[in-house]
Structure formats: structure tokens, C-alpha cells
């Protein structure tokens, strides 16, 4: 029993000390492993710290490279600047130079369009209406084509209604209208309720004073003219007439038709107000000749305010239009 508890304990111490020396064997390999790394580490760093040294060497080199290359170039950085300086000086005065021009030119076209605008030859038309016919129930449309700086024509066309309700009450009631009865063969006066009708007037505009004044060239300033106007007009009335075979009075309608035709002169001023509005103010006087359809002669005795009136007779307006 004695030997086999020995054999036992001799076992084990064997075992224990070829393990430790195992254990020691390996912790010594770690460690020439450890020391092998730190060696290429500072191998590394003083290749690292060589690399390092060598940099600045080659850095001067490039530097030196440069300042070569610059002391080969043939200017001067202070004359380069002065140069800059003048080319900035000469552009700043070519600026206002160029100012300058546009300034003049704009004003030069200000002026050239004042003197256009103010001066009349620079319109070419001039349309507008005469307001006075609208009291006589008619509406006249006139339009002035500028020919050149003396002359000019003027077309209106007139269109006319005038009744007892409107606003040309008064010009009818002036009226004294008659017709011819041949049951009495003689004219008999009737109360006229309608005119209605049309007509165009046509006029040669001289202007007197573009050689004078320039500004006053066609449309605008003193002027003359010859004129010319046809007009149809249709009158509508009733007439109290006594019946003899019933022996009552009845109101028998009347209706007429005739021509006006009148030819004449005028002199007249047409101003230009803020360069748009044209007013024409104007007198003169005409021969005017009336003709009723039924008659073969012009009409006679007539109270020069009617508008059959047949006769010389003084004419004056005022027209208001826009200058295009």
C-alpha cells in the first residue's frame, strides 16, 4: 500500500513539474514574438522619421524651381499694377463719356419729340364731332387727312333725327314748315313733328401761317376754306284741314322730302389743346338752295332759320376732336 501511495505522489510531482515547464516555454516564445514586433515597429518609425527628413529637401528644391521661373519672367509686378490702374481710369472715363452721349441723345429725343408733338404738321388726322348739330338733332362726324403742312381735307357725314321730345325741341318748333295745297293753291303752314334725314359736307383747308410760324402748319392755326354740303331731309307734320264734303276739321299728315345743296366759304382758327384735343372755331358765310321733290324749282320766301331756306345766308361753328 506504502508503494503505490509513492508511485502516486511521484506521478503527480512529475506531472506537475513537465507542466510547468511547458508554461514557461510558451510565455518565453510570446515574449521573443512581442520583441520582434517592437523591432519592426521602430524599424518603421526611423524609416517614417528618414522619409520626414528627406521632405523639406525636396520642398526647397520646388521652392527654388519657382523662384527661377519667376526671376525669368520679364516684368514688374509694380508696373503690372500701375498698368491696371490706367486701364481702370481709361474704362471709368469711357463710361461717362458713354453717359454723357446717352444723356445728350435722350435729350436731344426729348426735344425733337416736344418740337414734334408741339408742332402740328405732326398729326395727320384730325376726327372729332360738331356739337352744335346736336341741338338741331343731328349727329355730324367730321374727319381732317393732313395733305402737308398747308393743307388739308375735311369730310363729315351727318345723320339727322330731330322730334319734338328730344333735346331738338326748340330748333323744330323754330320751324315753320309749308307745303303747297292744291285745293287752295296756295302754301299752307303745318306743324312739323319729324326731320330726319343725312348729308356730307366737304372741305379744302388752306392754312395761312406755316411760312410764317412753323408751329402753325395743317392741322392747326388760321385757315380758310371752300365748302360744300348736300343734305336729304325727310319732314313728317300734321295739318288741321277743314272738310268740306263732312264739314269737320281733320288732321291730315304731311310729308316732304327735299334736297339742300350749299356751297360757300369760311375762315376759321383750329387749336391743339395738350397735343390730343383739336378746337375748331370758325364763321363764313354760303349760298344755300332748298328743292322739294313735288317742286321744280328751289324754294322762295322762306325765314332764313328754317332749314328749307333757299338763299345767302352767314354760317359759324365750333368742332371738338382728337389729333391722331
Given at each position: 500500500?506504502?508503494?503505490?501511495l509513492?508511485?502516486?505522489?511521484?506521478?503527480?510531482?512529475?506531472?506537475?513539474?513537465?507542466?510547468?515547464?511547458?508554461?514557461?516555454?510558451?510565455?518565453?516564445?510570446?515574449?521573443?514574438?512581442?520583441?520582434e514586433?517592437?523591432?519592426?515597429?521602430?524599424?518603421?518609425?526611423?524609416?517614417?522619421?528618414?522619409?520626414?527628413?528627406?521632405?523639406?529637401?525636396?520642398?526647397?528644391?520646388?521652392?527654388?524651381?519657382?523662384?527661377?521661373?519667376?526671376?525669368?519672367?520679364?516684368?514688374?509686378?509694380?508696373e503690372?499694377?500701375?498698368?491696371?490702374?490706367?486701364?481702370?481710369?481709361?474704362?471709368?472715363?469711357?463710361q461717362?463719356?458713354?453717359?454723357?452721349?446717352?444723356?445728350?441723345?435722350?435729350?436731344?429725343?426729348?426735344?425733337?419729340?416736344?418740337?414734334?408733338?408741339?408742332?402740328?404738321?405732326?398729326?395727320?388726322?384730325?376726327?372729332?364731332?360738331?356739337?352744335?348739330?346736336?341741338?338741331?338733332?343731328?349727329?355730324?362726324?367730321?374727319?381732317?387727312?393732313?395733305?402737308?403742312n398747308?393743307?388739308?381735307?375735311?369730310?363729315?357725314?351727318?345723320?339727322?333725327?330731330?322730334?319734338?321730345?328730344?333735346?331738338?325741341?326748340?330748333?323744330?318748333?323754330?320751324?315753320?314748315?309749308?307745303?303747297?295745297?292744291?285745293?287752295?293753291?296756295?302754301?299752307?303752314?303745318?306743324?312739323?313733328?319729324?326731320?330726319?334725314?343725312?348729308?356730307?359736307?366737304?372741305?379744302?383747308?388752306?392754312?395761312?401761317?406755316?411760312?410764317?410760324?412753323?408751329?402753325?402748319?395743317?392741322?392747326?392755326?388760321?385757315?380758310?376754306?371752300?365748302?360744300?354740303?348736300?343734305?336729304?331731309?325727310?319732314?313728317?307734320?300734321?295739318?288741321?284741314?277743314?272738310?268740306?264734303?263732312?264739314?269737320?276739321?281733320?288732321?291730315?299728315?304731311i310729308?316732304?322730302?327735299?334736297?339742300?345743296?350749299?356751297?360757300?366759304?369760311?375762315?376759321?382758327?383750329?387749336?391743339?389743346?395738350?397735343?390730343?384735343?383739336?378746337?375748331?372755331?370758325?364763321?363764313?358765310?354760303?349760298?344755300?338752295?332748298?328743292?322739294?321733290?313735288?317742286?321744280?324749282?328751289?324754294?322762295?320766301?322762306?325765314?332764313?332759320?328754317?332749314?328749307?331756306?333757299?338763299?345767302?345766308?352767314?354760317?359759324?361753328?365750333i368742332?371738338?376732336?382728337?389729333?391722331?
Amino acid at each position: 500500500m506504502k508503494k503505490l501511495l509513492l508511485t502516486v505522489v511521484y506521478s503527480l510531482c512529475f506531472m506537475m513539474l513537465s507542466y510547468s515547464q511547458d508554461s514557461i516555454a510558451i510565455k518565453m516564445s510570446m515574449a521573443d514574438l512581442k520583441l520582434e514586433l517592437i523591432n519592426s515597429k521602430l524599424e518603421l518609425l526611423d524609416s517614417k522619421i528618414k522619409l520626414w527628413e528627406t521632405k523639406p529637401e525636396e520642398l526647397n528644391l520646388r521652392i527654388n524651381e519657382l523662384n527661377q521661373k519667376v526671376a525669368q519672367l520679364d516684368f514688374r509686378p509694380q508696373e503690372l499694377n500701375e498698368r491696371f490702374e490706367q486701364i481702370e481710369v481709361m474704362i471709368e472715363e469711357q463710361q461717362k463719356q458713354n453717359e454723357k452721349i446717352k444723356k445728350n441723345e435722350k435729350l436731344n429725343y426729348i426735344q425733337n419729340e416736344e418740337q414734334n408733338m408741339s408742332s402740328p404738321s405732326y398729326f395727320k388726322y384730325a376726327i372729332g364731332l360738331n356739337p352744335v348739330r346736336v341741338f338741331e338733332g343731328s349727329f355730324e362726324l367730321f374727319v381732317e387727312r393732313v395733305i402737308n403742312n398747308k393743307n388739308s381735307i375735311e369730310l363729315s357725314a351727318m345723320a339727322t333725327y330731330a322730334t319734338e321730345n328730344g333735346i331738338s325741341n326748340a330748333y323744330l318748333n323754330k320751324q315753320e314748315m309749308s307745303y303747297y295745297n292744291l285745293a287752295t293753291s296756295d302754301y299752307d303752314v303745318y306743324n312739323s313733328e319729324t326731320l330726319s334725314g343725312f348729308g356730307f359736307t366737304l372741305k379744302w383747308k388752306n392754312y395761312l401761317l406755316p411760312e410764317v410760324r412753323s408751329n402753325f402748319a395743317a392741322p392747326s392755326g388760321l385757315y380758310a376754306a371752300p365748302v360744300g354740303l348736300f343734305r336729304r331731309i325727310y319732314s313728317l307734320g300734321i295739318d288741321n284741314v277743314y272738310d268740306e264734303e263732312e264739314g269737320v276739321w281733320k288732321d291730315v299728315e304731311i310729308k316732304q322730302r327735299f334736297n339742300i345743296f350749299s356751297g360757300g366759304a369760311i375762315i376759321g382758327w383750329q387749336l391743339p389743346v395738350s397735343r390730343v384735343v383739336s378746337i375748331d372755331v370758325y364763321v363764313g358765310g354760303a349760298i344755300r338752295l332748298s328743292k322739294y321733290d313735288e317742286e321744280s324749282h328751289f324754294t322762295r320766301y322762306k325765314n332764313w332759320k328754317n332749314i328749307d331756306f333757299s338763299g345767302v345766308l352767314p354760317t359759324a361753328g365750333i368742332k371738338i376732336g382728337i389729333l391722331k
